[in-house]
């Protein structure tokens, strides 16, 4: 059975920092591909990065660039979302996703994903 377990959300101010993280079981972490999604108050579920099997590729969404950083410790089956300059549009819940090895869509897309974790929330507000 595979789990994803997200945690470190929480309340942070207009330009603090957080660090998700996503731990993965039931599967080889290291032979999938790892993403971060999140879904807004109103808003539709939006791709934020994502991180080839080995880490040596990583991908984001311009509205994060220079911000955000996406990581993996294969040896922890882990993948992380270091998150600085954080700013009140980043509220969200914040999703990590396994990527489907039999799809050979893009990163960005979330139908390209097979399993989903439950989500961890966070808020940026003074």
């Known amino acids: 059975q595979v789990q994803l377990v997200e945690s470190g959300g929480g309340l942070v101010q207009p330009g603090g920092s957080l660090r998700l993280s996503c731990v993965v079981s039931?599967?080889?972490?290291?032979?999938?591909?790892m993403g971060w999604f999140r879904q807004g108050p109103g808003k539709e579920r939006e791709f934020v990065a994502a991180?080839?099997?080995?880490?040596?590729?990583?991908y984001y969404t311009d509205s994060v660039k220079g911000r955000f950083t996406i990581s993996r410790d294969n040896a922890k089956n882990t993948v992380y979302l270091q998150m600085n300059s954080l700013k009140p549009e980043d509220t969200a819940i914040y999703y990590c996703?396994?990527?489907?090895?039999?799809?050979?869509?893009?990163?960005?897309?979330?139908?390209?994903?097979?399993?989903w974790g439950q989500g961890t929330q966070v808020t940026v507000s003074s």
């Open positions: 996703a396994t990527k489907d090895r039999y799809r050979v869509g893009g990163y960005e897309n979330g139908v390209n994903y097979d399993y």
């Open positions: 039931g599967r080889t972490f290291s032979s999938y591909g």
């Open positions: 991180i080839s099997r080995s880490g040596g590729s990583t």
